[in-house]
């Protein structure tokens, strides 16, 4: 655990190895636990333009405050053993949060359930505790199959890649619930933390291949899902550079009346290029798709009754562009990126585009092997259809981030 960058990486995706894990126990039987994680408090501003509207297309208020950032604190446990030639392990990564909820009042501003009219019951109830990751591994030289719940795969090198994983980006929530949006919906769309079956091949090598079915998701107005989605990714990865692409697909029908339905067929296709030195990089993603929305997978994917089938499912596309600098000898490296998303209209409805896009700077400072310093900027503006004006935030942040 002695590169954050890598840590992170691992706390993400669930990768997270013993060589990295701050705990590691040796069992009598061949088997290893590591423990592993992190804690990041973030102060942030926000400035926000419409009577206090947000940016956030998801509907929120402001999320200024003392919140966690983008990524949440995470605990993570691991077993691992070999047993013959097979590879076995197990993976719990629990990510909580440290805002309170927020627990909205009744009309009147009286409160509800001991709340106080600012949404902060007693003792912060509502705070989240996510279990984000629960999974088992099996693997040998052939590769490895995860089977539970972890981060999807279509767009989770966007993320990954993406500065504000370390800061906020995009506050977003209703009023601060959960994690910030960082760049999802102004950049890329969420991946997701989903039940799974997932064949990846042997790590070690410059190319590595994902594909996997995952629980479908509803995109109303198509309901019924009967087959599991199909995603999949591959990297091809160099020194500091990488190189991906991915996709999905996904079909549902209307719901069944009187022995009619539709169905909608859901695609998206993603990729990027990262070219890095020690000392800079630069990154470029994007991605394109019909029915996967904008923000998180399906969120608005579709319209109407479904009864134009695929033709009532939305187009979007996406991506950002991002440098970073790290100067020689230096543990301080500057980052600044831009990302937009768009969702335009269905066949089969009225001509619309909405849009969101992001810029973000930030300053993160190393101060030791495990504790990151990070300094914010972030302006945002979304774009939606029949709002009477744009949507603009200006959230500058400042925060901590300790991984151990």
Not at 11 to 22: C, R
Not at 298 to 319: I, M, N, P, V, W
Not at 363 to 381: D, M, R
């Amino acid at each position: 655990m002695r590169r954050v960058a890598l840590l992170c990486l691992g706390l993400v995706v669930g990768a997270a190895s013993a060589a990295e894990a701050q705990l590691t126990m040796q069992m009598g039987n061949g088997w290893s636990f590591t423990f592993a994680g992190n804690v990041n408090a973030f102060l942030v501003y926000d400035d926000i333009n419409d009577n206090g509207l947000v940016t956030d297309p998801l509907g929120g208020k402001g999320a200024a405050g003392i919140r966690t950032g983008l990524l949440p604190a995470f605990a993570v446990f691991d077993a691992k053993g070999k047993e013959g030639s097979t590879d076995l392990g197990v993976h719990f990564g629990f990510a909580p949060q440290i805002q309170c909820g927020y627990n909205p009042p009744p009309t009147g501003g009286a409160a509800s359930n001991g709340a106080s009219v600012n949404g902060q019951g007693h003792d912060c109830q509502g705070a989240q505790i996510d279990m984000r990751q629960v999974y088992l591994t099996v693997g040998g030289s052939w590769g490895q199959i995860l089977a539970g719940r972890e981060l999807g795969l279509f767009g989770r090198q966007n993320i990954l890649n993406d500065q504000t994983l370390f800061g906020v980006g995009a506050t977003g929530g209703a009023a601060g619930q959960g994690t910030t949006l960082g760049r999802i919906g102004f950049g890329y769309i969420y991946p997701e933390f989903k039940a799974q079956m997932t064949y990846s091949s042997a790590p070690g090598r410059p190319f590595n291949f994902s594909i996997g079915l995952f629980q479908p998701a509803q995109n109303p107005p198509f309901l019924t899902v009967q087959i599991p989605r199909v995603e999949a990714e591959g990297v091809w990865s160099s020194g500091n550079s990488k190189v991906w692409v991915g996709g999905l697909a996904q079909s549902n029908k209307t719901p069944d009346v009187g022995g009619t339905s539709t169905s909608g067929f859901a695609w998206g296709g993603t990729g990027g290029l990262r070219f890095g030195t020690p000392m800079f990089s630069v990154t470029g993603t994007a991605y394109y798709g019909k029915g996967i929305g904008n923000i998180l997978l399906f969120l608005g994917g579709a319209t109407g009754t479904g009864a134009g089938g695929s033709d009532d499912l939305r187009k979007s596309y996406g991506g950002y562009g991002q440098v970073t600098v790290t100067p020689a000898n230096s543990k301080v490296t500057l980052a600044g990126s831009w990302g937009i998303s768009v969702l335009k209209n269905a066949t089969s409805e009225a001509a619309r585009k909405d849009q969101n896009w992001l810029a973000s700077g930030g300053i993160y400072f190393q101060a030791t092997k495990s504790l990151k310093v990070v300094g914010e900027f972030n302006y945002a503006v979304s774009k939606a259809l029949g709002a009477p004006a744009d949507v603009k935030e200006i959230s500058p942040a400042f925060g901590l981030m300790l991984f151990f």
